[in-house]
């Protein structure tokens, strides 16, 4: 079985310059998942992509967690209907 890698809340809380609440409320709706790992509080390295997008919306938009929930559930609806419109146009091209 293997681990993947994991990064300390608080180092992320350090280098991003957010305080360590600001990813637990992110955890609490269901944003990022945070395990406990040497009852240290920690998330996948996995996805430090998505929280280094959520972080900057955060940052540079100032939008607040709820927010960004709201924001990450757009993005994921509009790259859908995108694949979806592509999907589309793919068979429709097959009939010109």
């Known amino acids: 079985m293997s681990h993947s ?8 809380s350090i280098h991003y310059q957010v305080d360590r609440s600001f990813f637990q409320q992110l955890n609490d709706l ?7 790992v040497d009852n240290m509080p920690c998330v ?6 998505l929280l280094d997008k959520v972080v900057r919306l955060h940052q540079d938009l100032e939008i607040n ?3 960004l929930d709201v924001v990450l ?3 994921d609806k ?3 209907l995108e694949k979806s419109l592509v ?10």
């Open 5 to 12: 890698k994991v990064i300390k809340i608080e180092s992320l």
């Open 30 to 36: 269901g944003v990022i998942e945070i395990h406990s």
């Open 44 to 49: 996948d390295e996995q996805h430090l992509a």
């Open 65 to 67: 967690p709820q927010g």
């Open 73 to 75: 559930n757009l993005l």
């Open 78 to 80: 509009i790259d859908s």
């Open 87 to 96: 999907e589309t146009q793919n068979r429709l091209s097959i009939f010109e």
